[in-house]
């Protein structure tokens, strides 16, 4: 292992000075800051930031069934979380019904198993929809997710106009890093087009899209990558919806993105402001955006869940919290932290309970939110900032050369950039040059035994008997029917989420409706020449 005084590099691959001075920050730091809230909103995208009110503290949970989920959730909220994150089952994700045999052994195994408007009026049963801002981590069938969130706030009598909260949405990084995607790349655009379209007019307080580099990231990315490659993704998005015949301040207020937060904290908060930076001017001056809004780049963090380990787990306590910190430094608008104990299984209640008192130490017990931007001016972080805009701009310029991401993407060029890069994180963590508490230095030689949590695998049966029952007791005509103008409208120009609804209301399933997009629009197979 090198010794503590030798040169370091960032994670992206930039020199870390010992001494850092006016002279490294390009172009000077008056010129380049400004004042928060304000273009570029490197500083932060609200002028007073946390100072009038702490960034909203999110739990993303969800496990099993929507009861046990639903109980999960009032204990969040008991406990001071400001907003829900939805987990969903790998079977929802996909597009799949628990009954369908695709699904067998990953009913709710990772995340809460939605099969129909039943189970999501199980899953926010005593939840005030009009209070509660909820995030769902879903993509490809985000659409269908939304609709049913919206049928049951509207039978309590919220209407879509009160609803706030977020869905992932993001189809392009699924095709990068994380791979639940359903349908090709262009009609998945469309779905998401029609999606903007929609909440515009529908649920106008409902943020249409989380871009996201987390998963990127988890993936192997390094901060450079994942920013680069999630913001070009984001201009597909943005060129997807103008495409559609959206105005650019019309949908872009309601984008928002998806970052991690790293232990390297001092990279981290670089990262953030670099980010803000690009977006804004990008969307100025690329598209012509004049709403301040549309130019604001709003991102929810979430602390780094691949650099937690199973061995000697209370140290990611430590780990979280640092993370924490840089996302809080870093300006982000939403936080989720994660619990100690996930690198094992699902998070115990105890375990979800100390991530969110992570976040209201950092929030309550510190001078965090007495500022705003407490590293402006910092020789150190303002160099960095450059460093990696410099990176992005690079890397983003690579892709372009492709014609866009979506291109990109199709000629594998960002998983092989992303995986080259993991290769290197892992011959590093195999070598030991990088430290890995508890891992590959200060190593125990005997665990302490853990408890965790464990989902019933009955869970599976108990979901196929509900959807028995549902498909026995609905009205079978007004569901074909429903699908049937569903189906049409995917094979035309409509916007598919108005039959969509209308399906969901008749209760049809999740897996039917995908499974009628499925027959219009096929199913994506990845090339194997990457």
Known sequence: MPAMSERRLSESGFPIKTVYDAADVAGGLDARLGAPGTFPYTRGVYPTMYTTRPWTMRQYAGFGTATESNARYHQLLAAGTMGL?????????????????????EVGKVGVAIDSIEDMRTLFAGIPLDKVSTSMTINAPAAVLLLLYQLVAEESGVPGSALSGTIQNDILKEYIARGTYIFPPKPSLRLVADTFAYCRKEVPRWNTISISGYHMAEAGATPVQEIAFTLANGLA????????????????????FFFVARTTLLEEVAKFRAARRIWASLMRDEFGARDPRSMMLRFHTQTAGVQLTAQQPEVNLVRVTVQGLAAVLGGTQSLHTNSFDEAIALPTEKAARLALRTQQVLAYETDLTATVDPFAGSYVV?????????????????????????????????????????????????????????V???????????????????????????????????????????????????????????????????????????????????????????
């Open 382 to 438: 303002e160099a960095m900032t450059d460093e990696i805009e410099a990176g992005v701009r690079e890397l983003m310029a690579r892709v372009a050369e492709y014609g866009s991401a979506v291109e990109a993407i199709e000629a594998g060029f960002q998983k092989r950039e992303i995986e080259a890069a993991a290769y290197r994180m892992a011959q590093e963590i195999d070598s030991g040059t990088r430290v890995v508490v508890g």
């Open 85 to 105: 994150s939805v987990a969903f089952d790998l079977p929802t994700q996909m597009g799949y019904d628990s009954d369908d045999p695709i699904a067998h052994g």
């Open 237 to 256: 998005y943005v060129r997807a919806a103008l495409d559609a015949g959206l105005a650019v301040d019309d949908f872009a207020p309601r984008l928002s």
């Open 440 to 530: 590959n230095r200060f190593t125990v030689d005997e665990e302490e035994p853990y408890q965790p949590l464990r989902v019933d695998p009955a869970i599976e049966a108990a979901q196929a008997e509900r959807l028995a029952r549902l498909r026995a007791d609905r009205d079978s005509g007004a569901v074909r029917r429903a699908l049937d103008e569903l189906r049409t409208a995917a094979a035309g120009t409509e916007n598919v989420l108005y039959p969509m609804k209308e399906a969901l209301r008749a209760r049809a399933t999740v897996g039917e409706v995908c499974g009628v997009l499925r027959e219009v629009w096929g199913t994506y197979r990845p090339s194997d020449r990457f």
